[in-house]
């Protein structure tokens, strides 16, 4: 297990953009990919955005693609989830995870519902006029 931290939540409004940051408090965070998964309430958890362990990768679902960036920087040891053009259905609980792929199946295919993962706390993000 790897302790992660999440930050920089919040309330905002429609349209608007917000920056979580995702912190491994004594580990390099280059080792595994990384991404962040939301959990809105009363429904299950949705893997969002993934960084590949080397940062070539990228993966979004297709409910963020076009406004949400991953990025990871290694010197600071962060990775980044930058929102814009925010919804009211992107208000949910954000989670920093970071899993290890399993064999055969490509780093991007992580289910945040079954498969063995580290998780931040998590942190809030509402969305509302």
């Known amino acids: 297990q790897v302790e992660l931290q999440e930050s920089g939540g919040g309330m905002v409004r429609p349209g608007d953009s917000v920056t979580l940051s995702c912190t491994a408090p004594g580990r390099a965070i280059n080792l595994y990919p990384m991404g962040w998964v939301r959990q809105a309430a009363g429904k299950e958890r949705e893997f969002v955005a993934g960084?590949?362990?080397?940062?070539?990768?990228?993966y979004y679902a297709d409910s963020v693609k076009g406004r949400f960036t991953i990025t990871r920087d290694s010197h600071k040891n962060t990775v980044q989830l930058q929102m814009d053009s925010l919804k009211p259905e992107d208000t949910a609980t954000y989670f920093c995870a970071t899993w290890a792929p399993l064999s055969k199946r490509p780093w991007y295919d992580f289910n945040p519902r079954s498969d063995t993962a580290s998780w931040g706390p998590g942190t809030q993000v509402t969305v509302s006029s």
């Open positions: 960084i590949s362990l080397n940062s070539a990768g990228t």
